[in-house]
């Protein structure tokens, strides 16, 4: 079983701080050297294939680099082998000289990029940048640079699987999947390893200090090996993202399962709750998160509003303190609260013994509808993928394996019917018939005229979608619209009430400072009044 790498998220650092300057000009050099080896990958790729005459300047410029590069590394790996070799013939003779030779592969020239090897990998790209001086290259870190090189090559490797799958299922993509485009934005997220990065474990937590620098962050308690740190652009700051190996196994998915949860996400319910062995089902409300975004929403709208207006929308500011700010808390109101639903959800499934979690979701639905103003303010940007990656991590912790699962039709099929759920767009003709039927908003009607909510259905749908043969065993399905329960925002956020006063009828009561300063002032007083008496003064009374 392979064992699961834990992120803790770390305090966010200001740009005012020590540390984020530090962080601020390690993300700006990271940016320019990940644009740097894009432009280099780009014009080789595009350049090599033309012929001089028809190349631009930039991809004339970018093969004499390379080109220049790959032959002083060839001519250093060459000097270092004949090192090697003259040494292993004074220590050891022609045996020495057998294993010299045996490792000539090491030392094999790097080959020059061509018509039919127009990508270049990452040793070669690397070896050009050292034998050339790069200036992005050696601005940073040891090591810090070379995993913003990886970054760049894996979003290349991405690109050409995404190709080759394009041209194996067309339909599957909206349109051709395009080459990676340089970063736009200021800053980019940064890497340390746990040699450039290491944690100083105090009583109070673990610390982290950057070698080079008297930079040091708070990481909080760490229980497992560390591994390594990203530094992050956040809204403004910085968050810093520790990885550590705390030997946790994941769970592996049984082939079988009888106690099996099935979840359905949405809206105004966010998550609907079914079980295949007949425990109650559960709704989590999502009242909260819709209220959340329509303010956020209206928020940054009149603030981008009082940033761009007179001026071009193209080239106008768009960021500021205050935006910033509104987009944290919207984005920590949102963590803390799927956190909080996953964790619930993990603790109940851990108490009703459940074996595996499944969880519909359509990859690109966001982009397929077309909705009102109102419903994509509520719908799309209600990051639902997020909240998948946080169970799954959860999951994992509980030891329950999470699963995603299509859910295309889910919502139409009666659950309690068992209707045959397909699969939309592999079984052409005839659109499916089913049992059952929505008949007004959250309300589901079954084939013999039982209702339920109609988001537990869907919840039982993706069940069996995922394990057709969940319900096998289960007689009686009444257990979906008997008992259904409701957890709401307040029941994750209870109000803790207020200490009672002991004085009722004085509301602000002052602090230690005031009470000390009234009681000098006093004392002041009372030295004026000794030292400058008032004197007394007799009135004539009128005869």
Known sequence: MKTKDNILCTCIIRKDTPAGLYFGDICRKTKALRNTTNFYIRNTYTGIAKSPEERTHHETEVLHYVFTGIQKYNVHKEALFFRDLKKARKKCGLA???VVNRSLHRTMETPYPSVKRRMLTYETLDAVFKFTKNRDYYRLPAQVNQNAMRKTFQSWKGYFAALKDWKADPEKYEEVPGIPGY?????ATAWFTNQTARILKTQKGCILSFIGTEVKAEC???TGTYVKTEVQPYHGEYRLLVTYDDKAECPEVPE????????DMGVNNFIAVCSSFGSAPFLIRGGAVKSWNQWYNKKRAALLGGLTKGKDSRHSEKHSRRLDALSRKRDERMRDFFYKCAHYICRRAVKEQVEVI??????GIKQCVDFKKKDNQNFVCIPERRFLSILAGVGAKYGIPVVIREESYTSQASAPDLDPIPTYG???????????KRIKRGRYRTGDGHILNADINGAANILRKE???????VTDFSYLWKTTETIGYRDFYKAVPKKKKEDAGKRNRPGRGSRKRHKERAARRMELKEAFPKKKTFVKKAS
Do not use: L, Q, T
């Open 96 to 98: 020495g000289e057998a």
């Open 183 to 187: 970063i736009r934005e200021e800053e």
């Open 220 to 222: 909080g308690h760490i």
């Open 256 to 263: 079988h399962p009888r106690r099996i949860y099935g979840i």
């Open 358 to 363: 499944v969880c519909g979701h359509n990859d």
């Open 426 to 436: 592999r079984e052409k003709g005839e659109e499916p018939v089913f049992s059952g």
């Open 467 to 473: 394990y057709p043969e969940a319900f096998k065993d």
